[in-house]
């Protein structure tokens, strides 16, 4: 019953409609878990400074004298005393912009972690359509094995061709359907992997929109790389920087005295064997407290680590910017060339196509070149295959450039 009920939730939440894959993105970052899980921490950061902002809370005390103290107005029976300490000036603006800092950097780990979503949800959907689209080329090319067999065929039961002809050809076509049927194989992985990305039960249908590859812009338009300077995975470091020295500047105030003020008061009670001015009436003593941090190890401890951590993260920061640019000299790379394997597998493709469609006619005709026929499609076939891997490569090149560059999301 609950399988039913979330296969329908399912239909409901997608549609009949084929999901694209913008639609798939906005599935995913609303529902996987490592973008929740970091936005959580975000928010919980968050809490923490309204915490730090806070004043301590007042002190209240009460008393009640046993054997009462015994003075000129009266006999002193009970006592009440309440007072609040204040932080030296400017302690508490300092530790809430160290922990306002802290939730910034911990928001761009929230940044980071939806482009690396996004990233790997593109790239697994390529290589779904690279799937869905290598199918097709098997197809085609196992109907064009059938009629160049057919033809065969009819040519050895002439006698106008070897009977050789027709089992070379029976062996290549059963090479074909063996990988067609492997990479049909394939297909639950793949919706495993983005059902896994998106957050989606077994039980709710996975629809999506298979469109062509060519249909996606590979273009790039290459900025220059101390763009990477703002990258989320910079930005954190720098701001968990920029939080150490306001926690530096808080370690510095908490050396100094902290300030209380207070007020006692002390009920009297009258006295019955004389009559005195003002008998029984109650004490009132305002108070000021100051503390003394006379031992200043510790402050002096706080204030040396606040600046290692800022060294470290400023050392952090640059760390990731060298791996950023290493990243992206690697892709920029990887990017070149398969857009020159794009450039020259298609032209192969159309020239293979071209002498293919010649051998064939031949062949048909009289039955010229038969090596030269099996030869070639075995080459178109590898170089359609090795195109489109190409072009999918092509597309997870500007994805993965697009993420060094931070475009894959809006902040």
């Known amino acids: 019953m609950r399988t039913v009920f979330l296969s329908l939730l399912g239909l409901f939440a997608v549609g009949l409609n084929a999901q694209d894959l913008d639609s798939l993105k906005i599935e995913a970052l609303q529902n996987n878990p490592s973008v929740l899980s970091s936005y959580q921490l975000f928010e919980a950061e968050m809490e923490r400074v309204a915490q730090v902002n806070a004043l301590p809370d007042p002190q209240l005390s009460v008393g009640v004298f046993i054997r009462p103290i015994e003075t000129r107005v009266g006999s002193q029976v009970a006592k009440v005393s309440i007072s609040q300490m204040f932080p030296w000036f400017g302690t508490l603006s300092a530790r809430g912009d160290a922990a306002a800092l802290q939730a910034e950097a911990a928001y761009e780990v929230f940044l980071n972690r939806k482009m690396i979503v996004v990233r790997s949800l593109e790239s697994s959907y390529f290589d779904w359509l690279e799937w869905k689209e290598s199918l097709e080329i098997l197809e085609d090319d196992l109907s064009l094995l059938h009629r160049i067999l057919s033809t065969a065929e009819i ?64 273009t790039f338009q290459w900025p220059s790389d ?76 706080s204030i040396r680590e606040a600046e290692w951590r ?31 394997e794009v450039r020259r597998l298609k032209s192969n493709v159309e020239k293979a196509t071209s002498t293919l469609r010649l051998l064939e006619a031949a062949y048909e005709t009289d039955g010229a070149d038969f090596n030269g026929v099996i030869e070639v499609e075995e080459i178109l076939l590898r170089y359609r295959l090795e195109a489109l891997s190409a072009k999918v490569n092509l597309l997870k090149n500007k994805s993965q450039l697009d993420y060094l560059l931070g475009r894959n999301i809006e902040r």
């Open 155 to 218: 040519r050895a039961e002439a006698g106008q061709a070897s009977l050789s002809d027709v089992l070379r050809l029976q062996i290549r076509v059963g090479d074909v359907q063996s990988k067609l049927l492997q990479l049909k194989n394939k297909e639950s992985v793949l919706l495993a992997n983005i059902r896994s990305q998106l957050n989606r039960a077994d039980s709710i249908p996975l629809v999506m929109d298979a469109s062509p590859i060519e249909s996606f812009d590979a």
């Open 226 to 301: 101390t763009v990477l300077a703002n990258h989320p995975r910079v930005s954190r470091f720098l701001s968990l920087r920029n939080s150490e020295a306001y926690r530096e500047e808080a370690a510095r105030k908490s050396g100094y005295p902290s300030i209380g003020i207070g007020l006692d008061y002390m009920a009297i009670s009258p006295r019955s064997d004389m009559s005195v001015p003002n008998n029984g009436r109650d004490a009132i003593m305002p108070m000021v407290t100051v503390s003394l941090p006379i031992f200043r190890s510790k402050y002096n401890s």
């Open 310 to 340: 800022q060294s470290a993260y400023e050392s952090q920061s640059q760390k990731e910017i060298n791996d950023l640019r290493n990243e992206w000299a690697e892709v920029k790379f990887e990017w070149l060339y398969n857009l020159e």
